[in-house]
């Protein structure tokens, strides 16, 4: 086992981690979960989709499929970066 001789910054933080868990209410049940997760995930599909017909009005229905599957691919590639940037820290943060 490792010694460290200062904590890694999560433990470090650990208060406000516990403080800020506190006030969330979490699914009783693996099943209420996973329906939370579906219900958010279609309602998130349903304002993108939304925020696109109203910026392009006049586009038609291929017009707006093209732009949606646009920006999932901007996601998609920003999601990308992040995770290589995370995988680069996480050794400041948890000393793996």
Do not use: H
């Amino acid at each position: 086992m490792k010694r460290y001789k200062q904590a890694p910054i999560w433990i470090r933080r650990l208060d406000l981690v516990r403080a800020e868990l506190r006030t969330v209410r979490f699914p009783k049940t693996a099943q209420e979960g996973f329906r939370q997760c579906a219900e958010l995930s279609e309602t998130a599909s349903r304002w993108m989709l939304k925020s696109i017909r109203d910026g392009n009005s006049s586009a038609s229905e291929a017009a707006i499929e093209q732009a949606r599957r646009l920006l999932a691919a901007r996601f998609s590639a920003a999601d990308a970066r992040y995770r290589a940037q995370w995988k680069k820290e996480r050794e400041r943060y948890f000393r793996s």
